[in-house]
Each structure stands twice: as C-alpha cells, then as structure tokens.
C-alpha cells in the first residue's frame, strides 16, 4: 500500500510556471510506476505524464509535451512535475497516481488532488 500527498499548486499567470510534488509512503516506492493526470471543471479526468519505476521511460499526453517534464528522486520518495508555458486551459486538479510497474493494469493508488489554477 502506498499514500500520495501533492503539493505546489496555484494560482499562475499564462506563460508561467509550477512545479508539482507528490510525497510517497512506505519503503517500496521504486517499485511504483508513477503519474499525474488532471480533471478540468465538467471534464473527465485525463492523463498527463508518467514515469516507469527507474525513469528510464517517460510518457505524455500531446497536450503538454514540450512543457511538461515528469520526473522522480527515489530517494525521496518523491515524483516531480515541471509545469512550464501555462496556459488557461491547464486549469485543473492535478493528481497523483501509482501502479505497481510489474502488475497489469490500472493506477491504483491516488492522491487527494492540488489545484492549478492559470489566469491572468
């Protein structure tokens, strides 16, 4: 089992930044492949980016590559999301989410959500 506690959301100007946190519990968290995914107001939720155990692969959704940049420090239990050139409809709870990275299927540990605002 495995607890997800984001942080750095905000409220941000268009072309801004925003470097989002999420803290893992428990010992195993390498073993995790790790992601973020953002549900917008009236939105279903949607993947944004994720990392595989030993962030030797990285994925993203079209709508944020070459802005986003996910990343991780094992050692610290932590996963990491660089938000650069934002923009309004980048507006959303931004979660954090792990998988498993040997078992099939679904993220299914999640977080409680940090919210990004992007407005001027």
């Known amino acids: 089992q495995v607890q997800l506690v984001e942080s750095g959301g905000g409220l941000v100007q268009p072309g801004g930044s925003l470097r989002l946190s999420c803290e893992a519990s428990?010992?195993?968290?390498?073993?995790?492949?790790m992601a973020w995914f953002r549900q917008a107001p009236g939105k279903e939720r949607e993947f944004v980016a994720s990392?595989?155990?030993?962030?030797?692969?990285?994925y993203y959704a079209d709508a944020v590559k070459g802005r986003f940049t996910i990343s991780r420090d094992n050692a610290k239990n932590t996963v990491y999301l660089q938000m650069n050139s934002l923009k309004p409809d980048d507006t959303a709870v931004y979660y954090c989410?792990?998988?498993?990275?040997?078992?099939?299927?679904?993220?299914?540990?999640w977080g409680q959500g940090t919210q990004v605002t992007v407005s001027s």
């Open positions: 990392i595989s155990w030993n962030a030797g692969s990285t």
């Open positions: 428990g010992r195993t968290f390498a073993s995790y492949r």
């Open positions: 989410a792990a998988k498993r990275e040997t078992v099939p299927g679904n993220f299914n540990y």
